[in-house]
């Protein structure tokens, strides 16, 4: 029969405190493992940070007045709420949240996943919504030596890029002309209402058409949505050599959604598939996808910070190379296999000599 031992209740207790010894141990000594394409990622972000501190010296030059409560970092990325060519609502902490330069190291990370290969050809709609998107693009694509066809709407949304004397499209010539990027628009469009600037009044679709020229790029303007959309997808398709691999939409722009509700109806991030039936109106990205090729909608940045760890509106603006996009916490795997050995081997101790002195015991009452 089992007789209790005050040797058993010592021996648990003292198990019970090596295993808390143990699991500290083991707790405390985490480590940090690379993340795949670490090289990359890194070289991405370090990029985009180039290209936001060259447009941002460049327009301290200039002397432009920055609202340091909108653009706390004084990126002069973050424009004017309303301008001549504002053409949507837009969120102010979205756009924040687009200037993380770690923004590149993930998009690399949904090229990757898309298994790009360099010298594949990636055909990119953006808009003057969200800069920030723009240059993790362009920084990406560079780094993975891809090539670029690219569409882009000139209006932008509340705190894009809405200075009617430097849009994205004047961005895009700068970082060309201070050899940080390679990439040119080869055409672009009003953007807005109809992609034709419906709700802009003329003088600011008259502005946006400047900036169009004076950056020597062909300007789209077709009578209606549905002709924009078929002329930028056969753009795409020539200026791709009828070979694009990925399609990438950046923000709102309706020729790439074909309606502003689309835009709601796909997640963000990497598609390899895109199957979505009844839609209103099929734009570039829905006649990418139903060739089947590949589609990364970046809309939602909020959401896609969630989903990779980035903060939400930062300030100050975080390095490159920090968050998990770049290293993985993990156990050493080490110190929890010898705890685990020594916990076995102590418990096999306690029970061998508990038996034993409960064998002692039994002889003892029967004498």
């Not at 080869?186 to 400047?210: C, P, T």
């Amino acid at each position: 029969m089992f007789i209790p031992s005050s040797k058993s209740n010592l021996s648990m207790l003292v198990l019970f405190v090596i295993a808390i010894l143990l699991f500290y141990w083991v707790n405390s000594s985490r480590i940090y493992v690379k993340e795949k394409y670490f090289e990359e990622k890194l070289a991405a972000a370090e990029l985009m940070k180039l290209a936001e501190t060259t447009i941002r010296d460049f327009r301290l030059q200039q002397g432009i007045y920055i609202d340091e409560v909108n653009d706390p970092e004084k990126t002069t990325l973050i424009g004017e709420k309303q301008t001549l060519i504002t053409t949507d609502r837009g969120s102010l902490t979205a756009k924040l949240t687009s200037l993380n330069p770690n923004l590149a190291a993930v998009v690399v990370e949904m090229f990757k996943s898309a298994r790009l290969k360099a010298g594949d050809t990636v055909a990119l709609n953006c808009t003057g919504s969200f800069p920030g998107i723009n240059l993790a693009v362009l920084s990406a694509a560079q780094i993975l030596d891809l090539k670029l066809v690219i569409i882009c709407s000139v209006g932008a949304s509340m705190f894009g890029a809405t200075d009617p004397e430097f849009t994205w499209l004047d961005m895009e010539s700068l970082l060309i002309e201070k050899r940080v990027f390679s990439y040119k628009t080869v055409a672009a469009s009003i953007g807005g209402g109809r992609d034709l600037g419906r709700g802009l009044n003329k003088i600011g679709r008259d502005l946006i058409i400047e900036a169009i020229e004076r950056n020597n790029i062909l300007l789209i303007k077709e009578d209606s949505i549905e002709e924009s959309i078929k002329k930028k997808f056969g753009i795409f398709n020539q200026k791709g050599d009828n070979d694009i691999k990925l399609y990438v939409n950046i923000g709102g722009g309706l020729s790439s959604l074909g309606n502003s509700i689309n835009g709601r109806l796909v997640s963000p991030g990497l598609h390899k598939i895109l199957n979505i039936k009844n839609i209103p109106m099929k734009g570039t990205m829905f006649l990418f996808a139903d060739e089947g090729i590949p589609v990364i909608h970046l809309l939602d940045i909020d959401e896609i910070a969630e989903m990779y760890g980035l903060p939400i509106a930062p300030d100050p603006l975080p390095e490159p190379g920090t968050g998990k996009m770049y290293l993985d916490e993990r156990y050493n795997t080490t110190f929890a296999v010898i705890s685990l050995i020594i916990m076995i081997i102590l418990l096999i101790i306690v029970i061998l000599f508990d038996h034993h002195q409960i064998k002692i015991k039994e002889e003892v009452f029967k004498d």
